[in-house]
T-cell receptor, first 113, second 112 residues
């Protein structure tokens, strides 16, 4: 299994631009999560999903949108990029009943100038 | 906010045991203690978790006090590759729906 994959690895955006961060997992995990990590800080939950068609807000959802049309994919959308969204973004997944822990992707480093 | 308190940094000599403390005085009866680590901006990696009994796996041991208000993660023979930020997290094991709250963790430096 490839596990949790994220693309792109790095991206620079201008203020006001939009982009989608991609996340995919091939482990048949039904729960998926998006976190952001600012320099020197812990991770903060942006959005999560417990299955296809179901999403819910986390601690810091403002400025982001998600969708979950398939079990495998959980893209994160930034509509009007702002410098405050400069961060590293991590996607994670879990399959309750089979694993007790979240598997994380390698991250996407986003800079908004 | 994170429900745990950890020292911001620790040092350990290579080959020695690394003992990382964590305080979680407000933990509730159905909350687990999880440990993750993050090596140089990579995605966090699960290490171990427990409810009240001590746990051991191939990576580490977890010692939870009887009152469950604190715990210690033990890396029995630290190597240079164990240099990382270690996060202690408490949360309900709701089959994945728990929302893990990460604090700032402990930056462990293993020295040669």
């Amino acid at each position: 299994n490839a596990g949790v994959t994220q693309t792109p690895k790095f991206r620079i955006l201008k203020i006001g631009q939009s982009m989608t961060l991609q996340c995919a997992q091939d482990m048949n995990h039904n729960y998926m999560y998006w976190y952001r990590q600012d320099p020197g800080m812990g991770l903060k939950l942006i959005y999560y999903s417990v299955g296809a068609g179901i999403t819910d807000k986390g601690e810091v959802p403002n400025g982001y949108n998600v969708s979950r049309s398939t079990t495998e994919d959980f893209p994160l959308r930034l509509e009007l990029a702002a410098p405050s969204q400069t961060s590293v973004y991590f996607c994670a997944s879990i399959r309750p009943g089979f694993t007790d822990t979240q598997y994380f992707g390698p991250g996407t480093r986003l800079t908004v100038l | 906010d994170a429900k745990t308190t950890q020292p911001p940094s620790m040092d350990c000599a290579e080959g020695r045991a690394a003992n990382l403390p964590c305080n979680h005085s407000t933990i509730s009866g159905n909350e687990y203690v999880y440990w993750y680590r993050q090596i140089h901006s990579q995605g966090p990696q699960y290490i171990i978790h427990g409810l009240k009994n001590n746990e051991t796996n191939e990576m580490a041991s977890l010692i939870i006090t009887e009152d469950r208000k604190s715990s210690t993660l033990i890396l029995p023979h630290a190597t240079l590759r164990d240099t990382a930020v270690y996060y202690c997290i408490v949360g309900e094991n709701q089959g994945g729906s728990e929302k893990l709250v990460f604090g700032k963790g402990t930056k462990l430096t293993v020295n040669p």
